[in-house]
């Protein structure tokens, strides 16, 4: 495929991969979102469902990833320059030399999505999580562990933010996902589609997720690290604890949705 060489940092074709870390603080990627890396690229040309718009190179990168080159469209450019021209665009050093942009289209919102939905048996449910990090290894758990979809809150960070689908493995770019509205609108909605959604939570009165039967269709609900879950989330769902060590009471978010779907996958496999 027909490659197209850069020679300048301020080439007009390259916006979209200026200053990557600046618009990632002032979410200045708008409709459109920057992947990085191999293996990420690889997921977004053969699983991903998102359009990509162009590639981005740097020079020592081409003969090594020649075979996945091959499989970009003719109709997206791929651009490539030497690795200072790649740092100068960037903003900071690109070691792994490989950025492209997508574009996000339309997201769907949770209540939306879910009257959509087909007969989907788990979910990820996620509420008020604004930490980049900790959403991607949701993304990255709930793939893991077969959940059909995730749904976030307008609270929660854009999943396709640079940094969470790396984190993510890349599972942000094909697991089905909605994003909007209020916590309780989407556990609402979720309930309202038929399904038991357990509130992960370290109150005492909330059940072991031992002890808990796995219904048909469930729905796993996180909070944010720290505060974890409001009273009126809680209220609305079924309250679910995991059993810990005496005088410590909780895990990373990720860490508990791993858990909690672990159960659940054990019990449908």
Known sequence: ???????HADDPR??????????????????????????????????????????????????????????????????????AVMDAVAGFPMHRGVLACGLKGEITAPEAFLAAQG???????????????????????AAAFGADAV???????????????RVSSGSSLWLPYAHGGTGLDMVNAAKAAGYEVWAMTPRA?????????VPERVAILLGAEGPGLPDELIAASMPVRIPMSEGFDSVNVATAGAIAMAHIFGAKA
């Open 1 to 7: 495929m027909p490659l197209i060489p850069v020679s």
């Open 14 to 83: 390259l916006d979209a991969y200026v200053s990557l870390r600046e618009k990632d603080l002032t979410s200045g990627h708008g409709a459109r979102f920057i992947i990085e890396g191999k293996v990420t690229l690889e997921t977004a040309l053969r699983r991903g469902r998102f359009a990509l718009e162009s590639v981005f190179l740097a020079e020592s990168r081409v003969e090594p990833l020649a075979d996945l080159l091959a499989e970009v469209p003719e109709e997206i450019p791929v651009y490539v320059a030497p690795q």
């Open 119 to 141: 007969a989907a048996s788990t979910l990820l449910l996620m509420s008020d999580l604004s930490n980049h990090d900790n959403v991607g290894a949701c993304f990255r758990n």
């Open 151 to 165: 749904l976030m809150d307008a609270q929660c960070c854009d999943p396709l933010y640079r940094k969470a689908i």
């Open 205 to 213: 009165d909330a059940v072991p997720i031992t002890e808990m039967v």
